[in-house]
Nanobody, 119 residues
């Protein structure tokens, strides 16, 4: 099964930048669909951005023009976050839909990394 580990969260002032990374480990053939989601306390988990193995991206309206999702290598993808706003404060979670060694689907979530933006 795919295991995911996020890094790069932290505390930043409004207008600042952070770069989140998600590293996949375990037995899999390819990461076919990758995404970042976020969840603030007491709120639902929202989709932030997604990318396919072929490079097709999707962004939620509230991050368009500020965040960029990218595939860094066969096991790593990232989320560059610029011009951060206090309302971007949340736990950020990476997600993958992978092809396992036996060609079945393997869907996994990371444990999350906290992003806090001060005003």
């Amino acid at each position: 099964q795919v295991q995911l580990a996020e890094s790069g969260g932290g505390l930043v002032q409004a207008g600042g930048s952070l770069r989140l990374s998600c590293v996949a480990s375990g037995n899999f053939r390819t990461l076919d669909f990758m995404g970042w989601y976020r969840q603030a306390p007491g709120k639902q988990r929202d989709l932030v951005a997604t990318i396919t193995r072929g490079g097709i991206t999707y962004y939620a309206d509230f991050v368009k023009g500020r965040f960029t999702i990218a595939v860094d290598d066969a096991k790593t993808f990232s989320l560059q976050m610029n011009n951060l706003l206090p309302e971007d404060t949340a736990g950020y979670y990476c997600y993958v839909d992978a092809t396992a060694d036996d060609y079945t689907r393997d869907k996994s979530w990371g444990q999350g990394t906290q992003v806090t933006v001060s005003s």
